[in-house]
């Protein structure tokens, strides 16, 4: 069964130094989402992507975040200069396409960053 | 704005004893209900989702829920636990099938 893969598993950094998160979404989807898990609270939603463009995000994705699909297989985050409370495990997913209704976002299994 | 609300943040129960996990949702439209569950040191797995019609929905590893409207309701049901059943369990509601609101979660902790 295809699934959402993340890359690296374990990312850690110094603060104020820039992190790219990768994701590789389920190959025929084309909704792809970003969500972050601080350690032992829930998890947040921080953006939605869709024909190569935001199509949501919180109040937590500010300019320091940005997300690409560069080549049209990948989906990155980048947070341009870490902070401590950047620290949390970060979760890519992704849906199938608006005409296969299910609303099921995949899940991949995360990134955990770690900003000292 | 939607939110869930899931009352428990631990619940212990015995094995093969059943066990119900409670979540409240808010939302102004209609709504899709979920369950992820997630295993230790693991990512997000769907249990299982209310889109529409039954409103009781049967998912993986014999859990189920019941959407019920009037209360807010969609809480989530196993007959009868196992040791490996131990996780975290969120529930969550997306209004367009677009972004997720997850609740904090409920940690199920089963005894031996």
């Known amino acids: 069964e295809p699934e959402v893969t993340q890359t690296p598993s374990h990312q850690v950094t110094q603060m104020g130094q820039e992190v790219i998160l990768r994701c590789v979404p389920i190959s025929n989807h084309l909704y792809f989402y970003w969500y972050r898990q601080i350690l032992g609270q829930k998890v947040e939603f921080l953006v939605s992507?869709?024909?190569?463009?935001?199509?949501?995000k919180s109040e937590i994705f500010d300019d320091q975040f940005s997300v690409e699909r560069p080549d049209g297989s990948n989906f990155t985050l980048k947070i341009r200069s870490t902070k401590l409370e950047d620290s949390a495990m970060y979760f890519c997913?992704?849906?199938?396409?608006?005409?296969?209704?299910?609303?099921?976002?995949?899940f991949g299994p995360g990134t955990r960053l770690t900003v000292t | 704005a939607q939110s869930v609300t899931q009352l428990d943040s631990q619940v212990p129960v015995f094995e093969e004893a059943p066990v119900e996990l409670r979540c409240n949702y808010s939302s102004s439209v209609s709504v899709y209900l979920f369950w992820y569950v997630q295993y230790p040191n693991q990512g997000l797995q769907l249990l299982l989702k209310?889109?529409?019609?039954?409103?009781l929905v049967k998912g993986i590893n014999g859990f189920e829920a019941e959407f019920n409207k009037s209360q807010t309701s969609f809480h989530l049901r196993k007959p009868s636990v196992h040791i490996s059943d131990t996780a975290e369990y969120f529930c969550?509601?997306?209004?367009?099938?677009?972004?997720?609101?997850f609740g904090k979660g409920t940690r199920l902790h089963i005894l031996p």
């Open positions: 992507f869709y024909n190569n463009e935001i199509s949501e």
């Open positions: 997913a992704s849906r199938k396409p608006s005409g296969q209704q299910t609303y099921e976002q995949y």
């Open positions: 209310y889109l529409s019609g039954s409103t």
């Open positions: 969550a509601v997306s209004d367009r099938g677009d972004k997720i609101i």
